[in-house]
């Protein structure tokens, strides 16, 4: 057990996560909460923000039931970069102050239908610490890492074909998710001995499309493997980012989708790529990753 076991009897950690109508970021953050109290032997639970169960207040619910003299909750946000989720959605959904005022809704007054209007208050006496995004961690280079050795095994090339890397990320309106992915990025080039780039799926650039033909104009590659700097599989990385790189035919998934927030406009200028595209998976459960949650919440006891 990594954690102090004094702070396991009266203490005990949300896994924060947005919430998907797809089943796969649940089956990816289960086996997160079961990796993370395999590895603390603290009590642990997941809260998501909206859609999925339990909530952030239903996730209080349950460890007031499993601990006894529940004295502290540490809310680990489980999202790479900082954002109006991390900074805005998640501090009011656990009765906390915002740290920054809402750009959607300056004034606070949400929509009746709002999920932070409709969202059920959290009944806990005891302290609430919330901790910040995962953040451009260098251990994140060694999951990118194991993520493009695992696609080259796939690859119908030989081992001597040329290959260029793109790391694809989100983006969004303010610069958090920019500054993270430009970050990341460069610690990765700094790393890396092939052509790279990185690319975002939208609200910013460079668009995934404007990366890739900027790359394979500027280098002589064969292959792309274009590695998605996501938590779980869902929309995004099952439909969006292949429908981009032109996986997808178009009548399977359309241009834009709403997320009762926003709506998502994605670039579809044609990637101009003829070699071969690898595509792995995200981050999912993996162990490098427990391994961050754990150091962490460790920070901070």
Sequence with gaps: MDTNSKLSNNAAVILVSHGSTLPYAEEVFTEIKEKFIKKTGIATEIGYMKVSEPTIAGAVEILKDEVDDL??????????APGIHTNIDIPQLLGLEPLEVDPRCPDGNYPEEHYLSIARDVDFDGEIELLGSIGPRDELLDIINKRIGEALS?????????????????GSRLNYNKEFATELYAKFEKACDLPSSFGFMELCGPSIPESINKLVDDTDIDRLVVIPVFIAPGMHTTHDIPHILGFLEEHEHSHSHGHGDHDHEHDLTPVDFDGEI????????????????????????
């Design 71 to 80: 004295k502290k909750i540490i809310a680990l946000p489980v999202f790479l």
């Design 154 to 170: 796939d690859s119908k090339l030989d081992d001597d074909a040329k290959t260029g890397i793109l790391l694809v990320t989100h």
């Design 278 to 301: 690898l595509y792995p998976e995200p981050i999912k459960a993996d162990d490098i990753l427990i391994d961050i949650l754990v150091d962490m919440v460790n920070e901070k006891l």
